[in-house]
């Protein structure tokens, strides 16, 4: 089926990841960052000289896109997302992607900072890749694979089908969003205009594998007041909100409950920002749980640490105030078996061992299955997201293109 096919995606993700896209928290715009509509642009341009006709970037940032049926059976829509921004946790601009050939299954050195190595000691996935072409940065600056990997893969799925109009397919949706790294990915997405019954992210890591189980998220803020006073002469009359912060923060555990000290199915409550003055200090934390439940005690836990925080500073007092983020996208669609039948199917019909796993964060997908659009998560081969060392096979985004490829030829057949 794809034997005289020459895909396009890793020549797609070299030119996407050169345009800086990385999304700002501290900004209060849709998109966060205008540049973020320079890669939307070119994504719908190319679109349209693919023959999509249907192929938009609007206001928001947004890019839709339609792939037209061309089967004669009653086929539900299906939706293919991937989002445009990178994160802001790591330099973004002036990427200089490096393809490492026929990797040799040793630790890889990057050129522009020979301090940073991938080895495949620290990524142990790396050594099931010896033989592939990896793709890097150069060493400055994150690659972008997170999520410009999914959308290579995307866009060379839609080359292949306008190539290929044997395939049969019922109509395909394609939506690129920005912010998604800063929580903000659906905000102002229009799933009307959308117009699709079932949708899959392409967001995922390792070969083979396949999300139906976010994590459930809150955000939450802790605000301690103290009282200001000249230090001069502040002895019995200064409240310090800073040292209240510091304390509150202190007394939460060191060996679990973290980030840092938890792994598989347990959850966390992570301080992400300390700030303030003497008068007013604020912490802000995330709390992840995979039992929607359990982020209701975790609050609580943490009320009552502050609580014995501002006991200790007579004259204190606090607020906090709790926002939800996004909840477990299984809750959904354990609701729509068949979304993640074919999905299954697809990843086994493309000679890929399944590996379904739960994911430790969320995607555009948790947010837009609780909006009315069931959307797991596919793999596209992108690894050690977020920093400097990440990297990306070009064989497992291949492998990708085909894998959804199947996947709309299977919601086509079993309709």
Same mark, same amino acid.
């Given at each position: 089926?794809?034997?005289?096919?020459?895909?396009?995606?890793?020549?797609?993700?070299?030119?996407?990841?050169?345009?800086?896209?990385?999304?700002?928290?501290?900004?209060?715009?849709?998109?966060?960052?205008?540049?973020?509509?320079?890669?939307?642009?070119?994504?719908?341009?190319?679109?349209?000289?693919?023959?999509?006709?249907?192929?938009?970037?609007?206001?928001?940032?947004?890019?839709?896109?339609?792939?037209?049926?061309?089967?004669?059976?009653?086929?539900?829509?299906?939706?293919?997302?991937?989002?445009?921004?990178?994160?802001?946790?790591?330099?973004?601009?002036?990427?200089?992607?490096?393809?490492?050939?026929?990797?040799?299954?040793?630790?890889?050195?990057?050129?522009?900072?020979?301090?940073?190595?991938?080895?495949?000691?620290?990524?142990?996935?790396?050594?099931?890749?010896?033989?592939?072409?990896?793709?890097?940065?150069?060493?400055?600056?994150?690659?972008?694979?997170?999520?410009?990997?999914?959308?290579?893969?995307?866009?060379?799925?839609?080359?292949?089908?306008?190539?290929?109009?044997?395939?049969?397919?019922?109509?395909?949706?394609?939506?690129?969003?920005?912010?998604?790294?800063?929580?903000?990915?659906?905000?102002?997405?229009?799933?009307?205009?959308?117009?699709?019954?079932?949708?899959?992210?392409?967001?995922?890591?390792?070969?083979?594998?396949?999300?139906?189980?976010?994590?459930?998220?809150?955000?939450?803020? /802790?605000?301690?007041?103290?009282?200001? +006073?000249?230090?001069? $002469?502040? @002895? !019995? #009359?200064?409240?310090? *909100?800073? %040292?209240?912060?510091?304390?509150?923060?202190?007394?939460?555990?060191?060996?679990?409950?973290?980030?840092?000290?938890?792994?598989?199915?347990?959850?966390?409550?992570?301080?992400?920002?300390?700030?303030?003055?003497?008068?007013?200090?604020?912490?802000?934390?995330?709390?992840?749980? /995979?039992?929607?439940?359990?982020?209701? +005690?975790?609050?609580? $836990?943490? @009320? !009552? #640490?502050?609580?014995? *925080?501002? %006991?200790?500073?007579?004259?204190?007092?606090?607020?906090?105030?709790?926002?939800?983020?996004?909840?477990?996208?299984?809750?959904?669609?354990?609701?729509?078996?068949?979304?993640?039948?074919?999905?299954?199917?697809?990843?086994?019909?493309?000679?890929?061992?399944?590996?379904?796993?739960?994911?430790?964060?969320?995607?555009?997908?948790?947010?837009?299955?609780?909006?009315?659009?069931?959307?797991?998560?596919?793999?596209?081969?992108?690894?050690?997201?977020?920093?400097?060392?990440?990297?990306?096979?070009?064989?497992?985004?291949?492998?990708?293109?085909?894998?959804?490829?199947?996947?709309?030829?299977?919601?086509?057949?079993?309709?």
């Amino acid at each position: 089926m794809f034997e005289d096919y020459s895909f396009t995606v890793a020549e797609r993700f070299m030119r996407y990841v050169q345009i800086d896209t990385q999304s700002d928290p501290g900004s209060g715009t849709i998109p966060s960052t205008e540049k973020q509509k320079g890669l939307g642009r070119l994504l719908a341009e190319e679109l349209r000289k693919m023959g999509l006709n249907k192929a938009e970037l609007d206001a928001y940032g947004y890019v839709y896109a339609e792939i037209p049926a061309n089967s004669d059976k009653q086929v539900p829509a299906i939706c293919y997302c991937a989002h445009v921004d990178t994160s802001p946790d790591c330099p973004g601009g002036n990427v200089k992607p490096v393809v490492h050939k026929n990797y040799d299954g040793g630790d890889i050195v990057l050129p522009d900072d020979p301090m940073q190595v991938i080895s495949p000691d620290e990524h142990p996935y790396l050594k099931e890749k010896k033989g592939d072409d990896i793709i890097t940065a150069s060493g400055t600056t994150l690659l972008g694979a997170d999520d410009k990997a999914g959308i290579a893969v995307i866009m060379d799925m839609a080359n292949y089908l306008m190539a290929h109009p044997e395939i049969k397919h019922g109509p395909l949706k394609i939506l690129f969003t920005p912010d998604e790294e800063i929580g903000r990915g659906v905000n102002k997405v229009d799933l009307q205009k959308l117009g699709a019954a079932y949708g899959y992210t392409l967001d995922g890591g390792e070969l083979g594998s396949y999300e139906d189980e976010t994590f459930s998220a809150d955000g939450a803020t /802790f605000t301690f007041y103290g009282t200001s +006073a000249h230090p001069g $002469y502040a @002895k !019995d #009359k200064m409240v310090n *909100a800073v %040292k209240i912060a510091s304390a509150f923060v202190a007394s939460l555990p060191k060996d679990e409950l973290s980030p840092e000290t938890t792994e598989g199915r347990y959850g966390f409550v992570h301080p992400m920002e300390i700030s303030g003055t003497v008068e007013k200090a604020t912490v802000k934390f995330i709390i992840r749980d /995979f039992i929607t439940a359990k982020l209701a +005690a975790y609050e609580a $836990y943490l @009320k !009552d #640490k502050a609580d014995d *925080a501002i %006991k200790k500073f007579p004259g204190a007092r606090y607020e906090v105030h709790v926002t939800e983020q996004y909840r477990n996208m299984k809750e959904v669609l354990d609701n729509h078996l068949k979304v993640s039948e074919y999905a299954i199917e697809a990843i086994q019909r493309s000679g890929i061992p399944v590996k379904q796993t739960s994911a430790r964060g969320g995607t555009d997908g948790s947010r837009l299955s609780f909006m009315g659009l069931p959307c797991p998560n596919i793999f596209t081969g992108e690894m050690a997201f977020h920093g400097k060392q990440e990297y990306v096979s070009i064989q497992d985004m291949q492998k990708s293109v085909k894998t959804i490829v199947r996947l709309a030829m299977i919601w086509e057949e079993k309709s």
